[in-house]
């Protein structure tokens, strides 16, 4: 258990739906990272968050927005889905950006209908 | 752009062998990752890698780096069938200003290792 807690564990909604998917760092971490996790595409960065504020952006879609709360847990939401948005979405934390290590949640398996 | 290519991208290998799988990247980084992952799981952080020359060592799996070259090894010794998984590389680069993204995954090689 890494101590990266991701809600839910599974999610299936339908098209043009938006969702939230929700993510608790370990103890600690201030650093909060997002990917998205698919078989088109593999692993890919999203966004980063460090004690609240956008720290860096990858390939995130004008669709999904995130946040993170001054309790440090983060919200990736994902709006006006389509069926290629079905993938596996990981948040992953670390005490700060320079930091060597990030550890990954158990992720939030998302399947557009 | 940040490049990561691994390969090979499957392999299925018998216990007892040894094999390598490579991870190459574009650009200057100053972290290199390897990771485990097993279908349908969470990535498993194996070894960080962080200067020119870092060996680092656990059971049958040895990573290293070669910063000059841009490339990465995961060797696995006397293979057993546990290890079989999916394993990335990933690469972290650093902006300018001490800023960081996040990190670049190569498509991951595909391990079986077959009784």
């Known amino acids: 258990d890494s101590g990266v807690t991701q809600t839910p564990k599974h999610l299936i909604t339908a098209t043009g739906q938006r969702v939230t998917l929700r993510c608790s760092p370990r103890?600690?971490?201030?650093?909060v990272y997002w990917y998205q996790q698919s078989l088109d595409q593999g692993l890919q960065f999203l966004i980063q968050?460090?004690?609240?504020?956008?720290?860096a952006k990858g390939n995130i879609l004008e669709r999904f927005s995130a946040q993170q709360f001054p309790d440090l847990h983060s919200e990736l939401n994902l709006s006006s889905l389509e069926l290629g948005d079905s993938a596996l979405y990981f948040c992953?934390?670390?005490?700060?950006?320079?930091?060597?290590?990030?550890?990954f949640g158990q992720g939030t398996r998302l399947t557009v209908v | 752009e940040l490049k990561v290519e691994q390969n090979p991208l499957f392999l299925s290998m018998q216990e007892g062998k040894n094999y390598t799988i490579y991870c190459n990247y574009s650009?200057?980084?100053?972290?290199l990752y390897w990771y485990r992952q097993d279908p349908g799981k969470s990535l498993e952080s194996l070894f960080v890698?962080?200067?020119?020359?870092a060996v680092k060592q656990e059971g049958r799996l040895m990573a290293s780096l070669d910063t000059k070259a841009r490339l990465s090894t995961l060797h696995i010794t006397a293979a057993v069938h546990d290890l079989s998984a999916t394993y990335f590389c990933?690469?972290?680069?650093?902006?300018?200003?001490?800023?960081?993204?996040?990190?670049?995954f190569g498509k991951g090689t595909h391990l079986i290792i077959q009784p």
């Open positions: 968050y460090y004690n609240g504020e956008e720290r």
């Open positions: 992953a934390s670390s005490v700060d950006p320079r930091s060597a290590e990030a550890f």
């Open positions: 890698l962080l200067s020119n020359g």
């Open positions: 990933a690469v972290g680069s650093m902006y300018s200003g001490g800023g960081a993204d996040g990190l670049t």
């Open positions: 650009t200057t980084s100053d972290r």
């Open positions: 103890s600690g971490d201030l650093s």
